[in-house]
């Protein structure tokens, strides 16, 4: 039992290395591609309830910030490259999403500022925030998300990154948004 305990702790702790590693190529590189391939990785360790804990242990709401931290270059002209950014951010808060209950206050002063980066993208106004439910939101699986995003529907992230945001902060325990 304690071997299996340092074991998912250490995986824990690759993982996130491996996140930011991963972040840090894309910065130097402008693009997602590091990123994306170690994404179904993280979705996979996310979906385990054994590896949450190590997982926010070892600091994984830091290495979420870090990939969030890219935005589109032009939301009225769409490349490729926005696409695959939407995509990223959208599935990213989707499985903050699911780690979000077991966040404690501690957890995210840690993140170094995962808890206001999503509080403002909650905040932020957009132009078309009347025009309905955004597609993407957090509460849709997260292929829907990537088939929209990969449609070329740019033009609705900042909605959609609003909306995602917003189910995050509402998934979170309210003593931890309190204490910040």
């Known amino acids: 039992m304690e071997e299996e305990a340092a074991r ?3 995986a824990a702790g690759l993982l996130v290395h491996q996140m930011h590693h991963a972040a840090a190529l894309d910065a130097a590189t402008h693009s997602t591609d590091a990123r994306l391939r170690l994404l179904p990785t993280v979705a996979t ?3 385990d309830a054994h590896a949450r804990a190590p997982l926010l242990r070892r600091g994984v709401l830091g290495a979420i910030r870090r990939w969030l931290r890219a935005l589109p270059q032009s939301p009225a002209q769409p490349t490729a490259g926005d696409n695959a950014i939407v995509r990223l951010h959208l ?3 989707a499985l903050a ?3 979000a209950p077991f966040v404690s206050a501690e957890h995210l002063r840690a993140s170094r500022g995962l808890g206001l980066l999503l509080l403002r993208a909650a905040r932020s106004v957009t132009a078309g925030a009347d025009r309905g439910p955004p597609r993407g939101c957090a509460h849709q699986d997260s292929r829907s998300m ?3 995003a990969s449609r ?4 609705s992230h900042s909605q959609q990154l609003r909306e995602s945001a917003q189910s995050v902060l509402r998934a979170m325990p309210p003593a931890v948004l309190t204490m910040q």
Do not use: Q
């Open 8 to 10: 998912v702790e250490a």
């Open 146 to 148: 990537n088939h929209s």
């Open 91 to 93: 599935t990213t808060l």
């Open 152 to 155: 070329g529907d740019v033009g």
């Open 45 to 47: 360790h996310l979906r």
């Open 97 to 99: 999403e699911r780690i």
